[in-house]
């Protein structure tokens, strides 16, 4: 090893002896911010891949509405699950209806869904927690979790819907009863919204509910994996002109691109301010290098009277950079990678003290904070942290290969 390289360990490592306090603050300075650099943005990246796994996992890579109904569904189908790419394909019906058990009246999302189709594109069946998929026929109906303990429904409770169709009936003077659907499973996805406003029924039952016929409001469709959403979408919308000219294909990242634009907006702002808590602690290991030199005068001056050259004097000085943003970077990975792994434990005991469980679920809509830590951002963060330290580094260098051997001796 060259010996700048082992002075410039020895000087911010000695043998023997406690670690100097300004090596201690200038790697825990670089370790800090990078352990930010990996916490906040993990937790961003996280809340945007869950919202992608929450829509695939609903509704499909690639989903097709109408303008107003499909009202040949099968031979959109068809259509469909011959263009390259596409795995298979389910139809669905929607809307907004009332749903009554014990008095207690609440307005879910209605979703009704061919039941020899939704296994090949939505793994419903992961989600149910409390009886079965298989037991779901045109007289029940599965709830969404919050929703049944929100009325107070169980397994074999009877509750009953009424569709606006009622409203529709009522005009014409005719009286259209309620369905009354007995509860056969209790589904729970984990996102608060879904969990707290969802109620499933098969397409049969759904159609009857809003008069649909034959018609479907959409199709979501599962594609093989590795292929591009959005080329399949256009691939799917040649094919649909020729079956369903009023009905467009769209993937679920151009389906929600606002909302994930907003969110990667907001990670790519927190990793633009958080970076400046790295500049603050290279700055901070500037200074202490400057006074390590400033120490070191005589030192130096001994080095070059040996014969030491300038360069390897300002390597010895511009490696402790490169050392401390290394050690650092280290030790940040270590806290940050930490820190997510028992980030619902830190943010349930925060939630405790402060009261706001409650607010978080409300606003944020994840039961479970999520985290994702994107390979691009990390090698970001550590590229980052290691060439400011070695820049935090140079200057303090430049300043030690300037010394005058007579002068540096001379120095008190």
């Known amino acids: 090893m060259p010996w700048y390289l082992y002075l410039a360990l020895k000087q911010l490592f000695p043998t023997g002896r406690r670690l100097p306090f300004l090596t201690v603050i200038s790697v825990v300075g670089v370790a800090l911010g990078v352990a930010l650099l990996i916490i906040a943005p993990g937790v961003m990246g996280g809340f945007g891949r869950e919202i992608q796994r929450m829509v695939i996992e609903t509704q499909g890579e690639v989903q097709i509405r109408a303008q107003g109904f499909i009202d040949n569904p099968q031979q959109v189908l068809a259509a469909v699950e011959k263009v390259p790419g596409v795995v298979a394909a389910t139809p669905f019906a929607e809307g907004v209806g009332m749903v009554e058990y014990g008095r207690k009246p609440v307005f879910p999302a209605i979703q009704g869904i061919d039941l020899q189709r939704i296994d090949r594109v939505i793994p419903l069946t992961r989600y149910i927690r409390v009886g079965s998929l298989d037991d779901l026929d045109d007289d029940s109906v599965i709830l969404s979790s919050q929703l049944a303990y929100s009325i107070g429904a169980g397994i074999g409770s009877k509750v009953a819907i009424y569709s606006p169709l009622l409203l529709e009936k009522l005009k014409s003077d005719e009286v259209l009863l309620p ?35 034959n018609d479907v409001h959409g199709i979501n469709v599962k594609i093989a994996a590795g292929l591009d959403a959005d080329a399949t979408a256009r691939r799917i919308n040649d094919a649909l002109n ?171």
């Open 179 to 213: 369905r009354e659907l007995t509860v056969v499973g209790i589904f729970e996805i984990g996102h608060q919204q879904l969990d707290s406003s969802v109620v499933l029924v098969t397409l049969r039952t759904m159609q009857d509910l809003y008069g649909l016929g």
């Open 242 to 412: 020729a079956v369903a000219p009023n009905a467009l294909a769209k993937s679920w990242r151009e389906a929600n691109q606002d909302f994930l634009w907003i969110v990667q907006l907001e990670k790519n702002l927190v990793l633009f301010m958080l970076l400046f808590i790295v500049i603050v602690a290279m700055f901070l290991v500037m200074s202490l290098l400057w006074v390590l030199v400033i120490k070191k005068t005589r030192e130096i001056g001994v080095l070059a009277a040996l014969g030491g050259r300038s360069r390897h004097v300002a390597l010895c000085f511009a490696t402790q950079g490169l050392f401390i943003g290394i050690f650092g970077t280290l030790l940040g990975l270590g806290f940050g990678f930490t820190a997510l792994h028992f980030r619902n434990d830190l943010v349930k005991a925060i939630t405790w003290v402060t009261g706001g469980e409650q607010a978080l679920l409300q606003f944020y809509q994840f039961s479970r904070l999520p985290a994702y830590v994107d390979p691009r951002d990390l090698a970001i963060t550590i590229g980052s942290a290691i060439f400011m330290s070695i820049l935090a580094g140079l200057l303090p260098a430049w300043r030690a290969a300037r010394l005058k051997p007579v002068e540096a001796l001379r120095s008190e």
